[in-house]
Every structure is written in structure tokens, then in C-alpha cells.
């Protein structure tokens, strides 16, 4: 009767997971007039002339910049892409194609025809174009695209997605949860950020609050082997063995609609062009700033590929060990932003340790009328007594959050009389005003054991500092509630979400 049990459960979370993962046909709209003639790529430029004076510093340190919004974390992106000159690398969970996406690839494909070799590796669960479109991007003789832990999307219809759910439930529910952006193996960018509109402020109902780090020199090296682990490993499989039609035939005018999409002025205003053109000058404003450090003590710490929800000996997965060492160590405070909050009693007691010591504990959190994910919240909702009996200090994001008009930096912000609603997706925690951490990792069972992750760990006081001054910002009251034993916010999110939330409550928690 339990195993009938736990399979109902499961089906029921694959078919309100999957809603999101249909094949769509034809992703890029038709075009009918030439964007392209005149939008011209500055050929004087070239990346390794930019960063031949701080090749010393590369070779023996490696430099960080944390990116807070949206625009200009889309726009470092895309100027890496236009002068890329050997190789780009990236590695993401979504990678949707929608305004952003479909800009990405176009960006993409421009590299690949000037030589530049790009992998793409993307997380089976959330493809939401058809296999066709991925292949057609996979004929580019200088693009590679795998897909991880493939199976129950890509490809597949909704029986055998089931099928895949009910047979083998652990592996189809590992995912590949890393994000990383590498560019000739000397720049990176890692965090939470997705490849998807709402991830960079360009989402007419809903934008994300999310958190990235730019990475220069000797770590971006651990990324880039963080990488080949991945795209070697016999669960990232390229795309090409998943379609039926083996035709993978290349012809330059595969792309035309794609770059014409991307040239229309109307998909891609042309202020952003001009302001991704700036970038260089815009990062040596931020080197004479001091908001870019060259740091000796910066770590990045990556799950390996097929992780397990725990190893036979007890050891945990490098991130989570890693996040619980800095948790025990703590001597004063820690402070943490996590869009899904769901804990164990294991997270309980490691946290309820940590304030008997003497440490306090805030965390920053959606609230309901905030998130973008019910199951989430609604095994948070469960917890969330629990873990305020241990000391620690709640906060939950509000959607209409004051900071919005200050982080949402993004140019359709500019256009539009309204605001979208605001929710928090930042992955964050610093500790004792002297570490920090930003990555993919979620304070939830999925992070923990289940998704493999990844997380940069930067030691500098003065870095601490200035993202521990953003998220206390956020949890003032014009931009959170705080949450009690006596208080909580649910009644503000609408009658809608708070159905939602009830009807998650038959899922448990550990599969969130």
C-alpha cells in the first residue's frame, strides 16, 4: 500500500512538473524585413588585447565582481559572447526561448561562425524547445550541444515521461541544477541566475531578484574543470542520439530568421546595443570603483555528475559539506537568502547549534505571495515553525518590494507604466561579515541531496560587506515582512496561490 502510495505522489509531481516541458515548434517567429545591414560587430576589438594587462594578476589570483542586477548581468554575458575568441563554454539548468534565450543563441551562433568552439550542456528536465530546433543549433560545425540525465523530456512523450518517473524515480529526479558561463577559459560567470527573461529584468509580469559572480583568472579554472567533468560523464549525452531524424545537414541560412530576430529593433532595443558596446569601459570604471577585487582565498566548489541523495558512506556532496563546515565555524552571524526554504531536521539542528553558540541567524526567503513555486513553498510552510524554534529570524520577500525600482535596472523597466511582481531567486549567505557565498545551492532537501550544484566561496571583508548590506536592505519592511510564531504574511498572497500551496501539502517534503 506505501509503494502505491509513493507512486501516486510521484506521478502527481511529473504532471504538475511538466506542464513547462512540451516541445514548441517554429520557437523563432518569422521575420520579413533585412535588421541585419545595419548592426556591425566592432572588429578593432579583441578580448585578449583587453586582458593582456592583467595577465600577472590572472596567473596568481583571481578577480571577482558581483553582479546585483539583471541588465548588466545579461549585458557581461553578451559582450563575452561578441568577442569570445576561443571558446565558450556553458552549462545551465534553463535555458528557455523566449526574448533572452533566442538573443543568447543568436549570440552563439555569431561566435561559432567567427571559429570560436561552444559546448552547451542543458539539463534534460526543463528543454522547452523541440528536438528539431536543438539540432538544427547543434549542426553549426563549431557548436556541441549535450543534454544532461536525458529521458524524460527531451523527445518524449508524456507516457514515457511517466514511465520514466515510476521506474526509476532516484535517477530521473537527479538533476543537473549548475550554472556557469566560461569564456576561453579565463572569465566566468557562476550563480543563480538562469538563461531565461525573467532572470535579467525582461519579463512583463514576473522578474526575478538573483545574484551573480564574475570570475577572472587562476579559479576559472576549477570552472572550466567542472565542466569537462560534466560533458565527459556518460550522463550528458549529445543531442544528436536523442532525435529520431538523424538529418543534422548545415547551411549558414539555417540562422537567418534566428539573426534577423535578433537584429529586430523591437526584440532588442538598440540603446542595449549600445550600452553592451560600452562594456569595456564600463568594467575599467569598475576596477577604479573597487567593486572588482583580485582575491588569494576564492574556492568554487561543484557537485559531481550523478549525484545521490546520500553516498553509502554518509559523506554529503561537496557543496553541502562544504556549506555546513562555514555554518559550524561560524563565530557571529550568518546571514542567508534562499528563494526555497525547506529544512531538514538535519539543516534544524546544524542551525539550532549554531545560535546556542552565540550565533546569530537571519534568512531571507519568498513569501507566498512572492514565489514562483508552490511545491516549494508549500513544504516550507511545513518547516517553518520548526525552524523558528530554533532562534532563527525569518523574512519573506514581498512582490511589490520597494528595492525593485532600485535592482530592477533591466530597459523594459524603462518602457512599461507598472511594475511586475518581484521575487526573490538569489542563492546567498555570508558569514561572520567576512564570507561569502554565491552559487545554485537552496536551502532545501533538492539542493542538499538530489540536484548537483555549485558555489563560489570568496573571502574578503569588504565584499561580505556590500552584498550583506543589500539583503539587509531587503529585509527592512518596505521590502519583507517578518515572519513569527505569532505572524506570517500567507494571507497576502491571493486565493489562488493559497489553494496551491493546500494541495502541495500531499507531497513530502523530501522530493521537493
Known amino acids: 500500500m506505501k509503494n502505491k502510495l509513493n507512486t501516486i505522489l510521484r506521478v502527481f509531481i511529473v504532471l504538475i512538473g511538466l506542464n513547462s516541458c512540451t516541445n514548441t515548434p517554429d520557437i ?13 560587430r566592432n572588429d578593432s576589438v579583441e578580448l585578449s588585447n ?64 567567427r571559429g570560436v568552439k561552444v559546448r552547451l550542456l542543458i539539463d534534460d528536465i526543463m528543454v522547452d524547445a523541440g528536438i528539431k530546433d536543438i539540432i538544427t543549433l547543434a549542426s553549426h560545425p563549431n557548436i556541441e550541444i549535450k543534454i544532461y540525465n536525458p529521458g524524460i523530456n527531451l523527445g518524449k512523450n508524456l507516457v514515457q515521461k511517466l514511465s520514466k518517473f515510476a ?17 576561453d577559459g579565463k572569465i566566468c560567470i557562476t550563480g ?30 576549477d570552472v572550466s574543470n567542472s565542466f569537462d567533468g560534466f560533458w565527459n560523464n556518460a550522463l550528458s549525452v549529445p543531442v544528436e542520439q536523442l532525435a529520431e531524424d538523424k538529418d543534422t545537414s548545415y547551411s549558414p541560412n539555417n540562422f537567418d530568421r534566428l539573426h534577423q530576430y535578433a537584429c529586430n529593433p523591437s526584440n532588442f532595443w538598440p540603446q542595449v546595443r549600445s550600452q553592451i558596446s560600452q562594456m569595456p569601459e564600463l568594467f575599467q570604471s569598475i576596477q577604479n570603483s ?40 561560524a563565530k557571529k552571524s550568518i546571514v542567508i537568502q534562499s528563494p ?37 513553498f508549500s513544504g516550507y510552510q511545513r518547516s517553518r515553525k520548526d525552524l523558528l524554534n530554533t532562534g532563527v529570524r525569518i523574512f519573506e520577500f514581498k512582490p511589490d518590494a520597494a528595492i525593485r525600482y532600485e535592482i530592477m535596472t533591466g530597459a523594459l523597466q524603462e518602457k512599461l507604466n507598472f511594475q511586475p511582481i518581484f521575487g526573490l531567486h538569489a542563492k546567498s549567505m555570508v558569514i561572520d561579515e567576512n564570507i561569502t557565498v554565491v552559487g545554485t545551492f537552496n536551502f532545501d532537501p533538492r539542493s542538499a541531496y538530489r540536484n548537483t550544484e555549485c558555489v563560489t566561496v570568496v573571502y574578503s571583508s569588504k565584499i561580505a560587506q556590500k552584498v550583506l548590506k543589500g539583503i539587509e536592505e531587503e529585509m527592512k519592511p518596505q521590502n519583507a515582512w517578518e ?4 505572524f506570517n504574511p500567507d494571507k497576502e ?20
Open 290 to 329: 573597487g567593486n572588482f577585487m583580485w582575491l588569494d582565498s576564492v574556492y568554487f566548489i561543484a557537485d559531481k555528475p550523478g549525484k545521490l541523495p546520500k553516498e553509502a558512506n554518509g559523506v554529503f556532496s561537496n557543496t553541502t559539506q562544504t556549506l555546513m563546515e562555514l555554518v559550524m565555524k
Open 340 to 376: 526555497y526554504l525547506i529544512t531538514t531536521e538535519v539543516g534544524q539542528e546544524l542551525l539550532s547549534a549554531a545560535i546556542k553558540r552565540g550565533v546569530s541567524i537571519k534568512i531571507l526567503t519568498n513569501s507566498m505571495a512572492s514565489t514562483d513555486n508552490m511545491d516549494a
Open 167 to 183: 521506474t526509476d524515480f532516484t535517477k530521473a529526479n537527479q538533476r543537473m541544477h549548475n550554472k556557469t558561463f566560461t569564456v
Open 50 to 113: 583587453i586582458l593582456k594587462p592583467l595577465e600577472q594578476q590572472m596567473q596568481n589570483k583571481t578577480g571577482v565582481l558581483v553582479l546585483e542586477d539583471g541588465g548588466n548581468a545579461m549585458m557581461a554575458r553578451a559582450w563575452l559572447s561578441e568577442y569570445a575568441e576561443k571558446t565558450i563554454d556553458v552549462q545551465y539548468f534553463i535555458f528557455a526561448t523566449d526574448n533572452v534565450g533566442l538573443i543568447a543563441c543568436d549570440y552563439l551562433v555569431r561566435a561559432a561562425d
Open 493 to 512: 498572497a491571493s486565493k489562488g496561490k493559497q489553494i496551491k500551496t493546500l494541495s502541495r501539502k500531499i507531497v513530502p517534503k523530501g522530493i521537493l
Open 28 to 40: 523563432v517567429p518569422e521575420q520579413y524585413l533585412d535588421f541585419c545591414s545595419q548592426i556591425h
Open 483 to 486: 515572519t513569527t510564531l505569532n
Open 192 to 221: 543563480g541566475r538562469n538563461i531565461a527573461d525573467e532572470y535579467f529584468d525582461f519579463d512583463h509580469d514576473y522578474n526575478f531578484r538573483d545574484r551573480d559572480i564574475l570570475l577572472m583568472g587562476k579559479k576559472v579554472t
